[in-house]
């Protein structure tokens, strides 16, 4: 928590908080909190 979302391994396209889907450009979305909920791709083994 409190890290950016953009720096995570898989491609996260958004975040769902308080009920609310933001796109990850959305300052808003600059640092994850404890009840986000993160919308992304997840990469699997190559």
Do not use: F, N
């Not at 953009?6 to 908080?17: A, E, Y």
């Not at 990850?24 to 404890?34: L, Q, S, W």
């Amino acid at each position: 928590m409190g890290g950016s979302p953009r720096h995570l391994r898989d491609i996260v396209l958004g975040v769902v908080r308080d009920g609310q889907l933001l796109r990850i450009g959305a300052p808003e979305v600059d640092a994850i909190e404890a009840s986000d909920r993160l919308l992304y791709i997840r990469q699997v083994g190559r």
